[in-house]
């Protein structure tokens, strides 16, 4: 079993940035996939980057350029760095782990985009 907790979410201004943390109960090399997702009220939770055990990134198209992905492997942590943040990117955004063949969350992590 694979537990995650979030931090970093908040409320920033159009055109700010925050970084989230997640950390993980299970060294992050043994995880072959690891990453954030987000989710608005009602909506479906997309996929916004994961990284591969061997530390690939890999992105959604629309969150390239803008969003990183990345991890400290000795403290079983990734982040995910997000600059010129827009009103629209206000979602819940979660920690994801594939292991094992189970999907693991964590509790989410609320970002507001708003002057």
């Known amino acids: 079993q694979v537990q995650l907790v979030e931090s970093g979410g908040g409320l920033v201004q159009p055109g700010g940035s925050l970084t989230l943390s997640c950390v993980g109960s299970?060294?992050?090399?043994?995880?072959?996939?690891m990453g954030w997702y987000r989710q608005a009220p009602g909506k479906q939770r997309d996929l916004v980057a994961f990284l591969t055990s061997t530390g690939r990134p890999n992105y959604v198209d629309s969150m390239k350029g803008r969003f990183t992905i990345s991890r400290d492997n000795a403290k079983n942590t990734i982040y995910l760095h997000m600059n010129n943040l827009k009103p629209n990117d206000t979602d819940v955004y979660y920690c994801?782990?594939?292991?094992?063949?189970?999907?693991?969350w964590g509790q989410g992590t609320q970002v507001t985009v708003s002057s």
């Open positions: 299970l060294n992050i090399f043994s995880i072959p996939r």
């Open positions: 994801h782990a594939r292991y094992q063949r189970h999907d693991y």
